[in-house]
């Protein structure tokens, strides 16, 4: 079955820092990748998407590419800030006539000023 | 335009008890999706509901039900619970969903269940 694999945490960065956090997948198909973002205390938000092979899904200077070949969708941000420190969890979605997100395990990210 | 909301925001139950759980979507969105966050397993997948029929299920014992209501808003029930049960329940809702074409799901703030 699907299945979402991320690079486990905490990961601590310095403010200003280059972010890398790895995500891979297992689905047959063309499913859509998401990144999402949960800060304490609250839901899920969507931090950005790519719905096929070779998209990137861009969004507050995050971004991801959708790679089919190497299976992955990791998430990059140039120059992290504090107020970035939150658990980002990559994800799967397909909709063959239901709806259904398989997630990664979440990774914490703090970032020291 | 109104975000996902959910209700209560926080419960305390004991063992055995029952316990309901409401979730009204983004105005428009028929999908309606809930998933269960533990620190354990992550965030996993419970059901879907879409027009008032449930589309998909999560591998959850027959314990977790849930329903949607022709305005798309959607409950889902606990019973008999247990201590394991103790929970981030979210919902989650997306706009009208074709086969093939995956749609944006919409989360919100979710609801912190605690079995004593």
């Known amino acids: 079955g699907d299945s979402v694999t991320q690079m486990e945490g905490p990961v601590t960065l310095s403010e200003e820092a280059f972010l890398t956090i790895n995500c891979t997948y297992t689905a047959t198909g063309y499913p859509s990748l998401f990144w999402y973002v949960q800060y304490p205390g609250e839901g899920l938000q969507l931090l950005l998407k790519a719905t096929k092979a070779d998209d990137k899904g861009s969004n507050k200077g995050f971004e991801a590419t959708y790679r089919k070949e190497t299976t992955s969708f990791h998430l990059e941000k140039g120059s992290v800030q504090v107020s970035d420190s939150a658990v980002y969890f990559c994800?799967?979605?397909?909709?063959?006539?239901?709806?259904?997100?398989?997630f990664g395990a979440g990774t914490r990210l703090f970032v020291k000023a | 335009k109104a975000g996902v909301t959910q209700t209560p925001r926080y419960l305390i139950k004991t063992r055995g008890q029952q316990v309901t759980l409401s979730c009204s979507p983004i105005s428009g969105h028929r999908s309606v999706s809930w998933y269960q966050q533990t620190p354990g397993q992550g965030l996993q997948f419970l059901f879907e509901y879409f027009s008032e029929t449930q589309r998909n299920k999560g591998n959850f014992p027959g314990r977790f039900s849930g329903r949607q209501f022709s305005n798309s808003r959607s409950e889902m029930n606990v019973s008999t619970l247990e201590l394991g049960d103790s929970a981030l329940y979210l919902c989650?809702?997306?706009?009208?969903?074709?086969?093939?074409?995956?749609?944006?799901?919409?989360f919100g703030p979710g609801t912190r269940l605690t079995v004593l």
């Open positions: 994800a799967l979605s397909r909709n063959t006539g239901g709806f259904k997100t398989i």
């Open positions: 989650a809702s997306s706009s009208l969903s074709v086969a093939g074409v995956t749609d944006t799901q919409y």
